[in-house]
């Protein structure tokens, strides 16, 4: 006990200090106010069915002459990038310069199940590029994507690489089958083809318990344990029930897409060893021959650094470019770092290559 400094005196204190702050905690969620998300006026530009793609609107008109695209991943809402004013990704590209919308994949219901990734990646967000290249008479624009949406990205790059004039990748698995990839592991024996049939779309309550059981004692007990520590303080709780709404907002994921994207990535690693078909054209990595900036965070969990650096080996460019980030999978679009260092890198990196 000695050796750990647990003395009487010690645990009184602590005790008086947790009653002090369940104390405060009364009138701290009292004060606390809307923590809705979104720090940026948008407006929808195009739709697709319940896809819908938004301009960000700045507080100065954008000085690039090419549109920025943001392809968010499936499984969560894309508004991650924007959580907050002083938390946002898109906030930072607008102040300086650059033109940014994001496409919002909806809420699926049970007539989107039979979706197919030719859907989401040739219809959806196809659909956004062409539409982007028709308002800025552009033959190509600039296209992010991020974690899952990153290999959607990659895919259409490979598909229509006439059409993407610079690539930038964030968290993004390339390499589905390294050693340190949990989600991998776990889903690499999965009968996919019996779950999808047995209930149609994925639930969102189902996807979410399966990762937050990556990290069980962080995401279960000790995050909510230190919640404690931030009861009399009403702008941190705000921001700690604004990332738990934003984690626990999840679609649902459309069934097929769902079986082909298990098969195709997770399970046949097709970007490593070819298997990617979308639709009935085949994806090649070695198509990609635009500039690419492969942005990915070193304690990520979800996507381990070596499952997005396997990229470089990829590609066809020999504009290729890494920015290792210092952080985790949310740090790198949430943390004080990652708003200096982000939208930094990306613009400064275009603006090499306008």
Known sequence: MSALQITPQRIAEDALRMQQKLGAALQTMRDVGDFDYGATTKQEVWRDGKV???????????????????????????????????????????????????????????????????????????????????????????????CQGGTFALSYAA??????????????????????????????????????????????DMMN????????????????????DILDDAAALEDFLRMEKWIFDSPDQAGEAFRQYIKQFYQGNGFVKGGIVIGERDVHLG??????????????????????RALRGLVGTQDYSELSFRGGHIGIYVSGRAQTQVPSAIHDWLAQRA
């Open 52 to 146: 819908v793609l938004y301009r960000f609107i700045g507080e100065k008109a954008p000085t690039a002459t090419v549109p920025l695209l943001i392809a968010y991943a499936l499984v969560n809402r894309p508004y991650m990038v924007d959580l907050q004013a002083n938390r946002s990704i898109v906030k930072g590209l607008l102040e300086r310069g650059e033109d940014v919308y994001i496409l919002d994949w909806g809420y699926p219901d049970r007539s989107d199940r039979f979706l197919t990734l030719e859907d989401y990646i040739e219809r959806f967000l196809g659909g956004a590029v062409d539409h982007l290249r028709r308002s800025s008479g552009l033959d190509a624009i600039n296209l992010l994507g991020i």
């Open 209 to 228: 318990a399966c990762y937050l059981t990556l990290k069980p004692w962080r995401l279960l007990v000790q995050k909510y344990v230190g919640v404690v």
């Open 287 to 308: 198509l990609v021959e635009m500039p690419v900036l492969n942005i990915f965070a070193e304690q990520d969990h979800l996507v381990p650094p070596d499952a997005s």
């Open 159 to 204: 598909l229509h690489p006439e059409r993407v004039r610079n690539l930038i990748t964030m968290v993004t698995p390339v390499d589905f089958h390294t050693g340190d990839n949990m989600l991998a592991h776990w889903t690499r024996d999965l009968d996919v083809d019996l779950f999808v049939d047995t209930l149609g779309n994925v639930p969102a």
